[in-house]
């Protein structure tokens, strides 16, 4: 007899960890209608509103227009249209390196890069609180995985010190992690992953666009450009679209397209999506993109001082990414609902997102945010930190 997963489900519910989906309406730029409620959205990762922006929407219809609606195959059959080219050659050249591939995804490309370049043999070096893509691909390249201490390089040194190795050594970190919304310390990864000769990845999903002084992520804020072996970023977060990419020399971005079982097998990004990404990083080249990236720092330093301020603790963010710790699971979706029902909208994470005794809510900040939208966010957060008995004092 087939399992109904019943009875597991039920013991998601009663542990506070069942998780369902919910069907979001935009109202306007950084409001939603969600399960009824209209709210201010502080849960989107569209940073910049990018994902909103008249030239990606009209980029995206006049690709449609000419190329029509799919790519029709994976890359490597038929897939590969004149947009991929282009699309890669500005990631290549906004990242500064000789060469791009792009994803369908960053889980697929974090999956795909890592399991291209190691396997059997090989070792990689993990931050603890990294991406659970990194953790799986990981996994598929069956190396063995090493798990330092978040953020720290003398934990890392112990590593690399205790695991000698002829064959590849990858060190794969965040640039800014997605949970606390703190920057890797990349300066001090990358004099270790030259003293010991091993390879460095930074994930740069949630600091392309939006970090350093013209957008290209913790890579520009942490000065180490030319430094890092592969950059991956994503289309979807600071820059409004969708999809990923390697950014890297020209040899290991030709070994990832061989080797890269997500990118071989699947059907490649659509024109619309292309087209999208291209107008983006348009706008993050522009003034209009250091102005967006102004704002988004203005509201970001606002709502988080103001947290802070009220007692919360907000985990040592100093990003657009700012957490409050609340802890337990069925708290944290009390205090999820409770927002709402004050119209606003933020996400409660739980396990397995996060380790046990590490839920919080995980609010994002973006640039169309308002000063008016964001005090009564933080009144109403007050409001039920204090109602709950959250309220941890001063961080």
């Not at 050249?93 to 060469?99: N, P, Q, R």
């Not at 970090?211 to 950059?231: A, F, K, N, P, Y």
């Not at 679209?241 to 390697?246: E, I, L, M, Q, T």
Request: proline content about 3%; some cysteine; aromatic content about 6%.
């Amino acid at each position: 007899m087939a399992p109904t997963f019943t009875t597991q489900l039920d013991q998601l519910k009663k542990q506070g960890l069942h998780r369902q989906l919910r069907t979001v309406e935009e109202s306007s730029p950084g409001r939603v209608t969600v399960d009824g409620h209209e709210a201010l959205l502080l849960c989107s990762n569209n940073y910049l509103g990018l994902a909103d922006h008249p030239a990606l929407k009209k980029a995206a219809q006049q690709a449609v227009e000419r190329w029509g609606t799919s790519s029709g195959a994976s890359r490597l059959v038929s897939g590969t249209l004149p947009l991929h080219r282009y699309l890669e050659e500005r990631i290549a050249s906004f990242k500064g390196t000789e060469a791009a591939l792009a994803f369908n995804s960053g889980y697929g490309a974090n999956t795909g890069i890592i399991q291209a370049l190691t396997g059997r043999g090989d070792f990689i070096f993990s931050d603890r609180l990294n991406h659970a893509s990194i953790v799986d691909g990981a996994r598929l390249a069956q190396a063995r995985l090493i798990r330092y201490t978040h953020n720290d390089p003398a934990s890392l040194r112990r590593a690399l010190e205790r695991h000698p190795s002829k064959g590849v050594r990858l060190i794969v970190t965040d640039g800014v992690f997605s949970m606390d919304g703190d920057i890797a310390r990349l300066k001090e990864l990358v004099l270790l992953k030259k003293e010991f000769d091993a390879l460095l990845m930074v994930d740069d999903a949630h600091g392309v666009g939006v970090l350093g002084e013209t957008g290209r992520g913790s890579v520009e804020l942490c000065s180490v450009s030319g430094e890092i072996d592969i950059q991956m970023g994503t289309l979807g977060k600071g820059l409004g679209s969708f999809g990923a990419y390697a950014a890297a020399s020209h040899d290991i971005i030709d070994w990832i397209i061989n080797r890269a079982r997500s990118f071989i097998f699947s059907t490649s990004l659509p024109p619309a999506v292309l087209a999208a990404s291209l107008a983006a990083f348009d706008i993050i080249d522009s003034p209009e993109g250091a102005e967006l990236r102004r704002r988004l720092g203005v509201n970001t330093d606002y709502f988080r001082e103001s947290l802070r301020s009220s007692g919360f603790n907000t985990l040592g963010s100093t990003t657009q990414i700012v957490p409050i710790s609340v802890g337990g699971a069925e708290q944290t979706m009390t205090f999820t609902r409770l927002l709402l029902e004050r119209g606003i909208f933020i996400q409660g994470i739980r396990p397995p997102t996060v380790p046990s005794g590490g839920c919080r809510l995980r609010c994002t900040l973006m640039s169309s945010h308002i000063r008016e939208d964001l005090e009564h966010a933080v009144e109403a957060i007050r409001e039920v930190g204090e109602a709950l008995g959250m309220v941890t004092g001063h961080v």
